[in-house]
Nanobody, 125 residues
Framework: QVQLVESGGGLVQAGGSLRLSCAAS????????MGWFRQAPGKERGFVAS???????IYADSVKGRFTISRDNAKNTMYLRMNSLKAEDTAVYYC???????????????????WGQGTQVTVSS
């Protein structure tokens, strides 16, 4: 079983920055794609970014150029650097991991087997 724990959320002013972290445990090796999703009040969970085991990244159009996903395989940790934050980025952010080794990055939430508990990001305008 894989456990994912997010951290780094908080309250920030519009235009500011935050870095989220997702620490993975319970599975060794780095050959797994991971991703970030978010859910705002009254909205469905939406894709933010994903990174493959080899470092290939994909982003939602709404965050391209502002957010950067990365991973440190030695630490079993994934990151999401968020710059130029906007009020509409306010949401609970979830990290997720795919089950299959060597699987590619994907924006489809149903292709992720493991999820963290979420961390709140609030951007004040």
């Amino acid at each position: 079983q894989v456990q994912l724990v997010e951290s780094g959320g908080g309250l920030v002013q519009a235009g500011g920055s935050l870095r989220l972290s997702c620490a993975a445990s319970g599975r060794t090796g780095s050959s797994y794609a991971m991703g970030w999703f978010r859910q705002a009040p009254g909205k469905e969970r939406g894709f933010v970014a994903s990174i493959s085991w080899s470092g290939v990244t994909i982003y939602a159009d709404s965050v391209k150029g502002r957010f950067t996903i990365s991973r440190d395989n030695a630490k079993n940790t994934m990151y999401l650097r968020m710059n130029s934050l906007k009020a509409e980025d306010t949401a609970v952010y979830y990290c997720a991991a795919r089950k299959q080794a060597l699987a590619r990055a994907t924006s489809r939430w149903d292709e992720y087997a493991y999820w963290g508990q979420g961390t709140q990001v609030t951007v004040s305008s």
